[in-house]
């Protein structure tokens, strides 16, 4: 297969390549997109081909575009306690959270996985958006004594139920004991690294995070060998499976307009925790008063739909009241399936709703549970 030719979309080099690019560029990268000013592998094979692969297998992603802030310094953890709505009182060294990151008025500026390393020193792995510039300047408006940077960083993860395997093969038994959500640091053949137990799939995954840039193609080709037995593969993200799993993708279904009440992830607001954060008053208050529209869960009748490339607008009696983020054809579900942001008062399980798809037309559709598949997470903490 010849490589994609990056001249088609890249003038320059103020797009990053990751230390993995050029091992995902020979193993047949067919299709890449911008994130964080870097490049994300989207797919090499068929998307569904790929779905099916993390299903039954496992893959590898080169996810280096979750560019981590780190924050250090005397005032790191009051200053990192400061910037999420989460109570970090509560996350030991060692261990990860799922954190928002919230303006003065609730809006939802990130949401990464927060790892805590040591008492005052902490890494954010972050979605699309600066939030390093963002940090900079609370620190300047605080005057907390933290330094803030973006490490030399860069994770891979290694996602599916044959993921264990895999990654025991590379360090051993210590990785049956790791627990969600927890971590350790290590060598590999001298390739420094942080394991985690976390993805962005609902699958069984980890995540290893280089941490010397020069490593990479070192550190891809050792797991593509220890994961040879299992059927491992280079794939894509897989937005099938995470809209399965009710995993956000911040920029399409939150952004900063929206906060964690609308899109369900009020749990990650610690109301009870004393310590000042960016926008406590604005989050106390849509609190108590209900939010006017929400991020809720439908089924889109008719056959299967593509991955939506643009909002799709929806109609509830002939009144636009609406639209969806995230929409995608489950093969294993046999049904179409989508995040939608629609009025609160049509938020209820079983409303009837109309999407307007582009070349498509008019489908009906109803209101549903979310997540789609396995609501306890059961299957990632196996």
């Known amino acids: 297969m010849k490589p994609f030719d990056m001249s088609l979309i890249q003038r320059g080099a103020r797009v990053r390549r990751s230390p993995f690019f050029e091992a995902t560029l020979r193993d047949g990268c067919r299709s890449y997109t911008v994130y964080n000013h870097m490049f994300l592998p989207s797919y090499y094979a068929e998307p569904e081909d790929e779905y099916q692969h993390l299903l039954e297998h496992v893959t590898l992603w080169d996810v280096s575009v979750e560019r981590q802030v780190e924050i250090t310094g005397p005032d790191a953890f009051a200053f990192t306690n400061l910037i999420t709505p989460r109570d970090l009182h509560t996350c030991a060294v060692g261990q990860g959270k799922y954190v928002l990151i919230t303006d003065s008025a609730g809006g939802i500026l990130n949401d990464p996985v927060l790892l805590r390393l040591g008492e005052n020193h902490f890494w954010l792995a972050l979605a699309d958006s ?3 510039l963002w940090a900079k300047g609370v620190a300047y408006g605080t005057g907390m004594r933290v330094e803030l940077g973006e490490p030399d960083v860069s994770p891979i993860q290694i996602q599916g139920p044959k993921s264990k395997e895999v990654v025991r093969a590379l360090f051993g038994e210590r990785v049956d004991d790791l627990a969600y959500y927890h971590f350790f640091e290590t060598k590999l053949d001298g390739i420094p690294l942080v394991v985690t137990r976390t993805g962005w799939t609902g699958e069984v995954g980890y995540e290893l995070y280089l941490r010397d840039g020069s490593r990479g193609v070192d550190l891809w080709d050792r797991v593509l060998a220890a994961g ?3 059927h491992i593969r280079p794939t894509g993200p897989s937005d099938i499976r995470r809209i399965e799993a009710g995993m956000l993708n911040h920029g399409i279904d939150m952004t900063q307009d929206d906060n964690p009440y609308q899109v369900g992830l009020g749990w990650l607001v610690d109301t009870k925790k004393e ?3 960016v926008g406590k008053e604005a989050l106390a208050t849509i609190r108590a008063a209900g939010v006017r529209r929400k991020l809720v869960g439908i089924e889109i009748e008719g056959d299967r739909i593509p991955f939506n490339m643009v909002r799709w ?7 636009p ?3 969806v983020t995230s929409a ?4 294993r ?5 989508a995040y939608a942001m629609v009025p609160a008062e049509s938020s209820a399980l079983g409303v009837e709703l109309t999407v307007e798809i582009p070349e498509i037309g008019r489908r009906r559709a109803r209101v549903v549970p979310k997540p789609f598949i396995d609501p306890e997470k059961e299957i990632p903490k196996s």
């Open 333 to 337: 579900l046999k049904k179409n399936i």
């Open 328 to 331: 995608i054809y489950s093969p």
């Open 321 to 323: 009241v609406g639209h």
């Open 228 to 230: 040879k037995p299992h």
């Open 313 to 319: 607008p929806i109609h509830q009696a002939d009144r």
């Open 130 to 132: 600066d939030i390093l």
């Open 275 to 277: 310590a000042d954060l």
